[in-house]
């Protein structure tokens, strides 16, 4: 089995991060420099911009889950047999509860480790901890600016989660492209293309 080119694939998610963590931010600043312009025409078709955003978020979703699985199986065609973690049960901790505060950090940590050589694989670095600390804050950031400004109708919720998005959503292309860059020295073989 041949090394797969991240390369592309990385582009392609790191552009899907910034156009989802961009995408709140562009909202409010044409709410908040075009009030009438965005009532008129943004306000009337709200849900359906809404519902775009969801699927966008999902779609982002899926992409980076694919990313991890053939981020996961260089690992194995590069010829690491002593892995915890296989490149689906890096994907499906992310779904288990409880199991999902740590196990797909533990996961991503065992990727980052693995492809730039680093053993054990369980070593901590910074740039993994800031992206699984904005990773859980971003998910309960909803919940807690919801909480926390209930009886406030001011934009504040959206302004602080947009400013956690954007720093998740650099800290998570510093991590994707390092992984990438890594795993392009994973042993000698010639990269083929994912689109290819």
């Known amino acids: 089995m041949k090394l797969l080119n991240l390369g592309p694939l990385t582009l392609f998610l790191a552009a899907m991060i910034v ?80 199991a999902s505060f740590v196990k797909p950090y533990q996961g991503m940590r065992e990727l980052w480790n693995a492809s730039r050589g680093t053993w054990p694989y369980d070593t901590n670095t910074n740039l993994l901890g800031i992206w699984w600390a904005l990773w859980l804050l971003s998910a309960l950031s909803v919940w807690i600016t919801g909480l926390a400004f209930r009886d406030d109708i001011s934009q504040m919720p959206l302004i602080i989660n947009s400013f956690i998005d954007i720093a998740q959503a650099i800290v998570a292309i510093l991590l994707i492209r390092g992984i990438a860059q890594a795993q392009n020295n994973l042993d000698g073989t010639p990269l083929i293309d994912i689109f290819a």
């Open 19 to 98: 156009v989802g963590a961009l995408w709140s931010p562009i909202v409010l600043a044409s709410a908040f420099l075009f009030p009438e312009a965005f009532s008129q025409n943004i306000t009337p078709i709200a849900q359906q911009v809404d519902l775009a955003a969801s699927i966008f978020q999902i779609s982002t979703m899926i992409v980076f889950s694919y990313w991890i699985y053939i981020a996961g199986l260089n690992l194995l065609a590069s010829g690491l047999k002593d892995l915890e973690f296989s490149p689906a049960s890096r994907i499906w901790w992310f779904f288990v509860p409880i």
